[in-house]
């Protein structure tokens, strides 16, 4: 039986406490408080609350772990309405506040109240198609700093748009300039790892195409290139245990850095611009194999080429 409910003012959850020394919480009732708004609108993007970036930890107690419960989610919650499903399923894209286009969603496209939850973070770097191992590199960008963004919501033709606070944990001991820098290093990262991957789908296609090709000295040539640059941006290992027999090269060198969260030294910053250096110098190479070798053979390529 259900002895109390409470409202939790500050983050308008929903708190019922039961006879049998149980309480459950649903987060965020918006939904339920404007349901006749949205219902009348037909579609309805409630609003957004704000969202704590808090630091992630266990303190597990084995003689009570049973009886823990379920954390609420870690990111913002954004909750829409739609009177019946859509032809073309509802989208939303997270903004920056410069209205810059964070990271993109395909949402569900059930009749009623829906719920998504953004993690806070951008989209990923570019990947490697051929990867067999990521060697520790992120599928996902890193997670945005406190600030204000716009969430905009396109569903049944309509645009909605909602603005949202996003803040640090309250017991951080980071300053906002520091969480900042992190977010740009790791944006910068990124940016790197993007044009590496970029690089060798390129040389996987090319690869490709001199293996229809009729064989000559200069395609000789061209796969000699091709296959020290491959040599260069990568040491291809297929499995975990593959870094303790086969050095690495400039990409797993990128899986090297420390996750997000950790202060940017001096000394990262210094490898990062010397990793920089490295990708730099191999796009060159990459560039000349591309724009002028390649397309005198007329191969039947043409590659993105990085700039």
């Known amino acids: 039986s259900v002895r109390d409910i409470r409202l939790q003012p500050q983050f308008n959850d929903l708190i019922i406490a039961t006879h049998g020394r149980g309480v459950y919480i649903m987060d965020d009732i918006a939904p339920l408080q404007e349901l006749r708004v949205a219902a009348a609108a037909g579609a309805y993007l409630f609003p957004i609350r704000t969202s704590y970036q808090y630091n992630e ?18 990111g913002t919650i954004v909750n829409f309405y739609q009177r019946a499903p859509q032809a073309a399923p509802p989208t939303i894209d997270f903004l920056d506040p410069h209205g810059k286009i964070l990271r993109s969603f395909s949402l569900p496209n059930d009749p009623g109240v829906n719920r998504f939850v ?5 989209s990923g770097p570019i990947q490697w198609h051929g990867a067999a191992n990521m060697a520790g590199l992120p599928r996902e960008g890193p997670r945005v700093p406190p600030g204000v963004y716009t969430a905009r919501l396109r ?18 001991l980071y300053t906002r300039a520091q969480i900042v820098e992190a ?24 690869k490709e195409a001199l293996s ?44 090297a850095f420390p996750a997000q969260g950790n202060a940017v030294t001096p000394g990262l910053t210094a490898f990062q611009r010397r990793l ?13 194999l591309i724009r002028y070798e390649t397309p005198l053979l007329h191969l039947p390529l043409t590659p993105e080429v990085v700039r």
């Open 57 to 74: 930890r266990e303190d597990e107690d084995f003689h009570y772990t049973g009886f823990e419960g379920e954390n609420p989610p870690l």
């Open 118 to 122: 953004w993690d806070w973070r951008t």
């Open 276 to 288: 920089a250096g490295y990708v730099r110098a191999a796009a060159r190479r990459y560039n000349a």
């Open 183 to 206: 977010y740009r290093f790791a944006l910068r990262t990124d940016a790197l790892i993007s044009t590496v991957d970029e690089m060798l789908n390129g040389l996987d296609r090319l």
């Open 155 to 172: 569903v049944g033709g309509r645009v909605i748009s909602r603005s949202f606070v996003v803040r640090a944990d309250p017991r951080t």
């Open 212 to 255: 229809r090709a009729t064989p000559s000295s200069s395609l000789a040539a061209i796969d000699s290139e091709r296959a020290a640059l491959f040599s260069t941006l990568t040491a291809n290992w297929r499995n975990d245990g593959d870094f303790s027999q086969h050095p690495g090269a400039l990409r797993e060198s990128f899986g």
